[in-house]
């Protein structure tokens, strides 16, 4: 794994930029220019081949559960299983990822949490473009870590409704006009059935999850080149689990809503402006109760977060080669725990067996207030060279942090390549939601710090090819302590289980090379391929383990074939090598009154790894253009050869006299899954 140096690419950056003056100027004005490495997205219309990927594509490649979340964690650097949406950036957790939609931070936008988020609450429908930067993003986003994704909404058109349906469940969407074309609407709204947490549970346990969702928006032009808008966005869930034996039943629920209003505009042609006003309220609860391994079991769980808003940007060309950007935001908010919870288990300790009841009630109600500031200046020194250094500056009352972080990104153009570089500083703080009540800690640390450096290529080849290749590095100080389930992350009842522990690692890093190929010759077939070497890793007492979603070595290929304007077919293919867990120990330890009793020990922390992954999607879609219509079909196979890849072992323990037997059962993901879909528009 190579150690990156990127104040040495920079200065190398630099130094090509110096023998690059007599290039063309840049065809594209100064603010469009892409600063940052790192970048992926979804448009309407396809922007740089190498990066972006059209919706309409998005829309043929195969994915389960129409979820948009779940449809771009095949770019490279990302990391998810088939049972939940949330996908890792990096080698770093979906905390630490900030998102946006129309200018809005969304907070945990995934229904069924219970299984770590099985869909994203997002109707892609609804989403015109999407950007993903994975590394060395800009000052303007602050308070996360590791990456950002932003979403904007479609701009409605005139009047048009889609209805849709599918195994997992059923939608509309409609969208219109007012006011002669200067007002416009876009409304969806979504309820499913999903029975992804069943099918990867054993088949005598009875789970029904269910999920809704709906997304407004209204938008009204007052004078030409300036647009306000009010949307809003609910989403809500439920879990119900029942099983007969040895285990309590669980009802859980989750909301999520947001309102917020925005206005876009420019001043004149030098000044450009947007303002976001929001309030946001969540809502989490689980309730537990009956047995478990014979003892009585009780579980409340509940919280609530509320949070109001600000956010103000500018930009403000200072002639053709030079701009500033600026921008604040303030939020403040509070919120609410009541967590009870009774469990009663045994132990050994000095040849004795002891029964304790673990009773836990926590209450707390934090509350706080952040604000946020940032400028970054962009240059044009050279035809070819831009160069933008920035500094942002953060502060949050509960966690009393104070945070400055400076980054500078530059971008040169060398005949039809073009050369990336990003280094900056990124806190993150403790939200108000994500005390640790369920473990009795509610203090609030101080803010992680990450320090990132990167450097991308990205180079057509020709023949409709397009070369991206990027390296980088992520450094972690500051890590927060955490409780983490290192053998079952899917359990319902993760704070019952004899494998949750306390880590708090001292340092962090994340290193890799990132490789991507795309191929658009005709409009017939396209392509896209990618490999990633990668290793994140955490100092754990003294030693450098693997984070839970390592992945040495990955690789991803899809294809699509569109031989007319009524048929699309297309096939992914996805693999990368396992992910570390923890193995379980199981051995037999005699008691003072002589009798021998069965105990366990989690092995070392991630000493483990599971065997490689791999899977082949298939989709083939049917356009029907009616009269004033249009149906689309569609047919999906999710692991179309069933292959069965594994979250991780159960096992079951057999004690013959002395012997003590552990054998290994496979914890499987999903297996060959068919689904069938059909959307219309009028």
């Known amino acids: 794994m190579p150690c990156l140096r990127c104040l040495v690419y920079l200065g190398f950056v630099v130094a090509c930029a110096l023998t690059a003056q007599t290039l063309p100027?840049?065809?594209?004005?100064?603010?469009?220019?892409?600063?940052?490495?790192?970048?992926?997205?979804?448009?309407?219309?396809?922007?740089?081949?190498?990066?972006?990927?059209?919706?309409?594509?998005?829309?043929?490649?195969?994915?389960?559960?129409?979820?948009?979340?779940?449809?771009?964690?095949?770019?490279?650097?990302?990391?998810?299983?088939?049972?939940?949406?949330?996908?890792?950036?990096?080698?770093?957790?979906?905390?630490?990822?900030?998102?946006?939609?129309?200018?809005?931070?969304?907070?945990?936008?995934?229904?069924?949490?219970?299984?770590?988020?099985?869909?994203?609450?997002?109707?892609?429908?609804?989403?015109?473009?999407?950007?993903?930067?994975?590394?060395?993003?800009?000052?303007?986003?602050?308070?996360?870590?590791?990456?950002?994704?932003?979403?904007?909404?479609?701009?409605?058109?005139?009047?048009?409704?889609g209805l849709e349906l599918s195994l997992t469940g059923v939608g509309a969407h409609s969208e219109g006009v007012f006011a002669g074309r200067r007002g416009r609407w876009l409304a969806s709204a979504r309820r499913g059935y999903p029975d992804i947490a069943l099918k990867v549970a054993n088949r005598d346990e009875d789970i029904t999850p269910r999920y809704y969702d709906a997304t407004a928006?209204?938008?009204?032009?007052?004078?030409?080149?300036?647009?306000?808008?009010?949307?809003?966005?609910?989403?809500?869930?439920?879990?119900?689990?029942?099983?007969?034996?040895?285990?309590?039943?669980?009802?859980?629920?989750?909301?999520?809503?947001?309102?917020?209003?925005?206005?876009?505009?420019?001043?004149?042609?030098?000044?450009?402006?947007?303002?976001?006003?929001?309030?946001?309220?969540?809502?989490?609860?689980?309730?537990?109760?009956?047995?478990?391994?014979?003892?009585?079991?009780?579980?409340?769980?509940?919280?609530?977060?509320?949070?109001?808003?600000?956010?103000?940007?500018?930009?403000?060309?200072?002639?053709?080669?030079?701009?500033?950007?600026?921008?604040?935001?303030?939020?403040?908010?509070?919120?609410?725990?009541?967590?009870?919870?009774?469990?009663?288990?045994?132990?050994?300790?000095?040849?004795?067996?002891?029964?304790?009841?673990?009773?836990?009630?926590?209450?707390?109600?934090?509350?706080?207030?952040?604000?946020?500031?940032?400028?970054?200046?962009?240059?044009?020194?050279?035809?070819?060279?831009?160069?933008?250094?920035?500094v942002r500056f953060d502060r949050h009352s509960a966690t009393h942090d104070a945070d400055v972080s400076p980054r500078f990104n530059a971008v040169l153009t060398l005949g039809r390549a073009t050369v990336r570089a990003a280094w900056g500083v990124y806190a993150q703080s403790q939200g108000l939601h994500e005390l640790a009540a369920n473990a009795l800690d509610t203090r609030f640390y101080r803010s992680e710090q990450a320090e990132h450096r990167v450097l991308s290529l990205n180079a057509p080849l020709g023949h409709g090819l397009a070369l991206r290749l990027e390296a980088y590095e992520r450094r972690l100080t500051h890590v927060r302590p955490r409780w983490e389930n290192l053998d079952n992350a899917y359990d319902l009842f993760p704070e019952a289980q004899d494998d949750r522990v306390?880590?708090?690692?001292?340092?962090?890093?994340?290193?890799?090379?990132?490789?991507?190929?795309?191929?658009?010759?005709?409009?017939?077939?396209?392509?896209?391929?990618?490999?990633?070497?990668?290793?994140?890793?955490?100092?754990?007492?003294?030693?450098?383990?693997?984070?839970?979603r390592d992945q040495r070595h990955a690789l991803y290929g899809d294809l699509t074939w569109t031989p007319n304007p009524r048929w699309q077919f297309s096939t992914a293919w996805q693999f990368h090598t396992g992910w570390p867990t923890t193995d379980v120990a199981y051995s037999l330890t005699t008691l003072t009154n002589t009798r021998r009793v069965l105990v366990s020990a989690n092995g070392p922390v991630y000493g483990l790894r599971l065997p490689d992954y791999h899977r082949l999607d298939l989709r083939a879609t049917r356009r029907v253009h009616l009269a004033h219509s249009e149906l689309r079909l569609f047919l999906d196979l999710f692991n179309a050869y069933d292959r069965v890849n594994l979250l991780g072992y159960d096992h079951n323990v057999i004690v013959s006299g002395l012997l003590v037997t552990d054998t290994k059962k496979p914890r499987k993901q999903l297996p060959l899954l068919p689904s069938l879909g059909a959307s219309w528009e009028f």
Do not use: C
Request: net charge neutral.
């Open 502 to 548: 306390r880590l708090a690692p001292a340092l962090g890093r994340a290193r890799g090379v990132e490789l991507l190929l795309s191929g658009h010759a005709s409009s017939a077939l396209t392509w896209n391929a990618s490999y990633t070497l990668a290793r994140a890793e955490e100092l754990l007492a003294g030693r450098w383990l693997p984070r839970a």
């Open 25 to 161: 100027e840049p065809p594209v004005k100064l603010a469009q220019v892409v600063v940052t490495p790192s970048q992926f997205g979804i448009a309407d219309a396809r922007i740089e081949s190498s990066v972006t990927l059209t919706s309409a594509e998005l829309e043929t490649l195969p994915q389960l559960g129409d979820d948009l979340f779940r449809a771009i964690a095949h770019l490279p650097g990302l990391a998810t299983n088939d049972v939940t949406a949330s996908f890792w950036v990096r080698g770093a957790p979906n905390t630490q990822l900030l998102a946006r939609l129309d200018g809005v931070q969304l907070i945990e936008p995934f229904h069924l949490k219970d299984v770590d988020g099985a869909l994203s609450i997002i109707d892609p429908r609804t989403i015109s473009r999407l950007d993903l930067t994975t590394g060395g993003f800009a000052a303007d986003f602050g308070d996360r870590s590791a990456a950002v994704l932003t979403m904007a909404t479609r701009t409605p058109g005139p009047r048009r409704t």
């Open 217 to 390: 928006k209204v938008e009204y032009d007052p004078a030409p080149g300036h647009t306000v808008s009010l949307h809003a966005l609910h989403a809500g869930d439920t879990l119900r689990y029942h099983r007969n034996n040895n285990n309590p039943d669980l009802t859980s629920g989750y909301n999520s809503d947001y309102v917020w209003g925005r206005w876009q505009g420019a001043v004149n042609s030098t000044l450009t402006g947007e303002a976001v006003a929001s309030f946001t309220r969540l809502t989490w609860a689980r309730d537990g109760g009956g047995t478990m391994d014979g003892f009585p079991f009780f579980l409340r769980d509940h919280r609530s977060l509320d949070l109001l808003a600000v956010r103000n940007d500018w930009s403000l060309a200072l002639g053709e080669r030079a701009l500033v950007r600026s921008g604040v935001e303030a939020t403040t908010g509070s919120a609410r725990y009541a967590y009870t919870f009774s469990h009663q288990f045994t132990t050994v300790s000095a040849g004795r067996q002891f029964t304790f009841t673990d009773v836990r009630n926590a209450a707390p109600r934090p509350d706080g207030d952040s604000f946020g500031a940032f400028v970054a200046a962009r240059w044009q020194p050279l035809a070819a060279f831009v160069l933008e250094p920035g």
